[in-house]
T-cell receptor, first 112, second 114 residues
Framework: GDSVTQMEGPVTLSEEAFLTINCTYTATGYPSLFWYVQYPGEGLQLLLKATKADDKGSNKGFEATYRKETTSFHLEKGSVQVSDSAVYFCALTFSGNTPLVFGKGTRLSVIA | AAGVIQSPRHLIKEKRETATLKCYPI?????VYWYQQGPGQDPQFLIS???????DKGSIPDRFSAQQFSDYHSELNMSSLELGDSALYFCASRYQGAPNTEAFFGQGTRLTVV
């Protein structure tokens, strides 16, 4: 079945460091790809998305590019802030009413 | 903008009791998903509804049932609760009328079974 694999956390970075969270997927066909973020005690919020190969999603300084050749959707940010501390989930879905399939999540802690 | 509303936000139940969780999707959204997230875990898909019909089923226990009503709100009914049911339950909604739309999540209901 379809699946998403994320790098295991936790990831601890100093403020202003560069962030990469790896995400690869296995799917039949070409899914849409998403990054969701979950702040402590809150629900999941969409961070960014890409719907086709070579699309780049971006939001709040975060970026991810849909790479069909490597089936990847790595999340990057050039300079993290303490407020970025959260759990990040990579996910995929297809058009129609198919559910989102999530990765295991990666906890990011940014220290001042 | 209106978001997905879940109620209650917190619920404490004893073993073997029943619980009902409610989800009110974003207006015009025709699809509702339920997820269960255990402590430190990724969200696990339980069940989904499209236009008031069950559309997909995941790892939902037989003790749980769900439905979507004519106003598109959905309820997750949980019976014979077990300690292991303690988790955060998320509802998400989506509009299928446009391609590649994302799902929007509610704040979740934290269920604690004691």
């Amino acid at each position: 079945g379809d699946s998403v694999t994320q790098m295991e956390g936790p990831v601890t970075l100093s403020e202003e460091a560069f962030l990469t969270i790896n995400c690869t997927y296995t799917a039949t066909g070409y899914p849409s790809l998403f990054w969701y973020v979950q702040y402590p005690g809150e629900g999941l919020q969409l961070l960014l998305k890409a719907t086709k190969a070579d699309d780049k999603g971006s939001n709040k300084g975060f970026e991810a590019t849909y790479r069909k050749e490597t089936t990847s959707f790595h999340l990057e940010k050039g300079s993290v802030q303490v407020s970025d501390s959260a759990v990040y989930f990579c996910a995929l879905t297809f058009s129609g009413n198919t559910p989102l399939v999530f990765g295991k999540g990666t906890r990011l802690s940014v220290i001042a | 903008a209106a978001g997905v509303i879940q109620s209650p936000r917190h619920l404490i139940k004893e073993k073997r009791e029943t619980a009902t969780l409610k989800c009110y999707p974003i207006p015009r959204h025709d699809t509702v998903y339920w997820y269960q997230q255990g402590p430190g875990q990724d969200p696990q898909f339980l069940i989904s509804f499209y236009e008031k019909m069950q559309s997909d089923k995941g790892s939902i226990p037989d003790r749980f049932s769900a439905q979507q009503f004519s106003d598109y709100h959905s309820e997750l009914n949980m019976s014979s609760l077990e300690l292991g049911d303690s988790a955060l339950y998320f509802c998400a909604s989506r509009y299928q009328g446009a391609p590649n739309t994302e799902a929007f999540f509610g704040q979740g209901t934290r269920l604690t079974v004691v």
